[in-house]
C-alpha cells in the first residue's frame, strides 16, 4: 500500500501557481520523496526528488518540512500542460498511490 | 519521449490466450522495472532486473506471468492463459541504478483481455 496521503484533485489557474501537499508521515531517515506525474494516456514523468533540502530544477520547486513528515510540490506558473496525475512517493521502490488529479483551467 | 519503447502499445486478445509485451530500455540503463496500471489507479510495481538478473518480484506476478531480460537489455513480460483481470495498462521503467532511482517511463502497453 502507498505510504503517502494526498488529496484526490486541486484546481489552478493557468499562470498561477499550483501547490500541491504530500504527507509521508511514516518516512525513515534515509529514504528521499519523489514526485512522478502522468499525462493522460502517458507514461509517469519524473520531476523532482529530495531527502532534507528544498530542491529546485526547471519544472518545480520541491519543499520538504523540517520533520520530513509532509512536502509539497510547487508548479510556479501553472499551464494547461501541466493537467495531468500528480504522484508523491517516500520509497525507491516506487509505490504509487493515488495522487493528485491536478486541473489547470484557463 | 523518454528513450524507453513498449511494444505493442496496444493489444487485445481473448481469455486464455497467450501474449508477450517487450519493452527496450535507455540503452546505459542497468535497472528494468514492469508495473502495472488499471484505471483509476497509480501503477502497481510487477518485478524488476538489475542487468539479467530478476532481483525482486510483487505478489501481484502470479505464477502465470514471466518475466526475462536475457541479455540484460530489452525485457519481455509474457502472460500466460490471459484473464479479464489482466486488463491493464503494462509500463515498463528504466534506471541507471544506483542510491537514487530516477526512473524513466516507457508509454506503456494497453491490454483488453476479451
Known amino acids: 500500500d502507498a505510504k503517502t496521503t494526498q488529496p484526490t484533485s486541486m484546481d489552478c489557474a493557468e499562470g498561477r501557481a499550483a501547490n500541491l501537499p504530500c504527507n509521508h508521515s511514516?518516512?525513515?531517515?534515509?529514504?528521499?520523496v519523489y514526485w512522478y506525474r502522468q499525462i493522460h494516456s502517458q507514461g509517469p514523468q519524473y520531476i523532482i526528488h529530495?531527502?532534507?533540502n528544498n530542491e529546485t530544477n526547471e519544472m518545480a520547486s520541491l519543499i520538504i518540512t523540517e520533520d520530513r513528515k509532509s512536502s509539497t510540490l510547487i508548479l510556479p506558473h501553472a499551464t494547461l500542460r501541466d493537467t495531468a496525475v500528480y504522484y508523491c512517493?517516500?520509497?525507491?521502490?516506487?509505490?504509487f498511490g493515488t495522487g493528485t488529479r491536478l486541473q489547470v483551467f484557463p | 519521449d523518454t528513450g524507453v519503447s513498449q511494444d505493442p502499445r496496444h493489444k487485445i486478445t481473448k481469455r486464455g490466450q497467450n501474449v508477450t509485451f517487450r519493452c527496450d530500455p535507455i540503452?546505459?540503463?542497468?535497472?528494468l522495472y514492469w508495473y502495472r496500471q488499471t484505471l483509476g489507479q497509480g501503477p502497481e510495481f510487477l518485478t524488476y532486473?538489475?542487468?539479467?538478473?530478476?532481483?525482486?518480484k510483487s505478489r501481484l506476478l502470479s505464477d502465470r506471468f514471466s518475466a526475462e531480460r536475457p541479455k540484460g537489455s530489452f525485457s519481455t513480460l509474457e502472460i500466460q492463459r490471459t484473464e479479464q483481470g489482466d486488463s491493464a495498462m503494462y509500463l515498463c521503467?528504466?534506471?541507471?541504478?544506483?542510491?537514487?532511482?530516477?526512473?524513466?517511463f516507457g508509454p506503456g502497453t494497453r491490454l483488453l483481455v476479451l
Open positions: 521503467a528504466s534506471s541507471f541504478g544506483a542510491a537514487l532511482e530516477t526512473q524513466y
Open positions: 511514516t518516512i525513515s531517515g534515509n529514504e528521499y
Open positions: 529530495g531527502l532534507k
Open positions: 512517493i517516500d520509497t525507491d521502490k516506487l509505490i
Open positions: 540503452s546505459e540503463h542497468n535497472r
Open positions: 532486473f538489475q542487468n539479467e538478473a530478476q532481483l525482486e
